[in-house]
């Protein structure tokens, strides 16, 4: 399983930016349940940011309600983040994660990406 994310860059305080992450892998070894964002900023730990299941349910840190909006496009594994109202502390490595059953017996199993840079200038 494989991840790619983009979509970072520099924008002021109160910009937009929008994060697209496409997962790859094969239909025959891997089922996805979910996908979701999390970001490190430097110094700090990583935050689960936010999270969409195949369901439908979706989860956003206290920190980003209101501001982000997380999407999902199953048909092309594809994962979206739109950021609004960004913020100084906001700044961070933004990284995509897919969770689902792999192999047989499946096994849940989660991957992650390798990040994109979101810097909000005060």
């Known amino acids: 399983v494989q991840l790619q994310a983009s979509g970072g860059g520099l924008v002021p305080s109160g910009g937009s930016l929008r994060l697209s992450c496409i997962a790859s892998?094969?239909?025959?070894?891997?089922?996805?349940?979910?996908m979701g964002w999390s970001r490190q900023a430097p110094g700090k730990q990583r935050e689960s940011v936010a999270s969409?299941?195949?369901?439908?349910?979706?989860n956003y840190s206290d920190s980003v309600k209101g501001r982000f909006t997380i999407s999902r496009d199953r048909a092309k594994n594809t994962v979206y983040l739109q950021m609004n109202n960004l913020q100084p502390e906001d700044t961070a490595v933004y990284y995509c994660?897919?969770?689902?059953?792999?192999?047989?017996?499946?096994?849940?199993?989660?991957?992650w990406g390798e990040g994109t840079q979101v810097t909000v200038s005060s």
């Open positions: 969409i299941g195949n369901d439908g349910t979706i």
């Open positions: 892998f094969s239909k025959l070894e891997f089922t996805p349940l979910g």
């Open positions: 994660n897919i969770e689902g059953m792999w192999g047989v017996p499946p096994l849940i199993k989660g991957y």
